[in-house]
């Protein structure tokens, strides 16, 4: 079982706001980094640590980080935004990594 | 740009002795921790364990006792290997480059590999 908890699945309206949320106490002292999977693909990363956004990645996303939960969200979805989306940390101990179990976004 | 590629065997045996290697270009091995990263079909992302530049490792707790990783500067290359493989090995493996201030920033393609008799 993963120390980062998503919700399975969530869609979202074309053109509408959706957030995406990843919980777990290891949260309170680590930030998280957010990645992008399509089907056949290799992650990809949308929000790296205290909610920066690497280059080349739209505005629309965006991180935020709110006692135990840090959440990614997507202003005015599109299309190519459905994607599967993992949350990533450190876990309670601090030393090793750990992944959220994903978010299949479906954007309708 | 920093450029990440597996390599290894696809099709493997029960309980044979599983070897990946990373070759990264552009960028160097230094400075930076090495992450090795899977993905069963269908499923999550499992996070196997990394090596920094200077050899210190950390393994996932679940796969410690099976897992090594090693790493050589001069070939700007790291290295996986997994003990007594079964079918529930078989995933893409992946390995990223990762710092703590910027996450996991560049990861490789990704190689499947399937364990079957």
């Known amino acids: 079982s993963s120390e980062l908890t998503q919700d399975p699945a969530v869609s979202v309206a074309l053109g509408q706001t959706v957030r995406i949320t990843c919980q777990g106490d290891s949260l309170r002292t680590s930030y998280a980094t957010w990645f992008q999977q399509k089907p056949g693909q290799a992650p990809i990363r949308v929000i790296y640590p205290r909610n920066n956004r690497p280059s080349g990645i739209p505005d629309r996303f965006s991180g935020s980080t709110s006692r135990d939960t840090a959440s990614l969200t997507i202003t005015g979805a599109q299309a190519e935004d459905e994607a599967d989306y993992y949350c990533?940390?450190?876990?309670?101990?601090?030393?090793?990594?750990?992944f959220g179990g994903g978010t299949k976004l479906t954007v309708l | 740009q920093v450029h990440l590629q597996e390599s290894g065997p696809g099709l493997m045996k029960p309980s044979e002795t599983l070897s990946l290697t990373c070759t990264v270009s552009?960028?160097?091995?230094?400075?930076?921790?090495w992450s090795w990263i899977r993905q069963p079909p269908g499923k999550g992302l499992e996070w196997i364990g990394y090596i920094y530049y200077n050899g210190n490792t950390n393994y996932n707790p679940s796969l410690k006792s099976r897992v090594t990783m090693s790493v050589d500067t001069s070939k700007d290359q790291f290295s996986l290997k997994l003990t007594s493989v079964t079918a529930a090995d078989t995933a893409v493996y992946y390995c990223?480059?990762?710092?703590?201030?910027?996450?996991?920033?560049?990861w490789g393609q990704g190689t499947l590999v399937t364990v079957s008799s």
């Open positions: 990223a480059r990762g710092t703590t201030m910027m996450g996991l920033d560049f």
């Open positions: 990533n940390s450190r876990d309670s101990s601090g030393r090793n990594l750990v």
């Open positions: 552009g960028g160097s091995i230094s400075d930076y921790y």
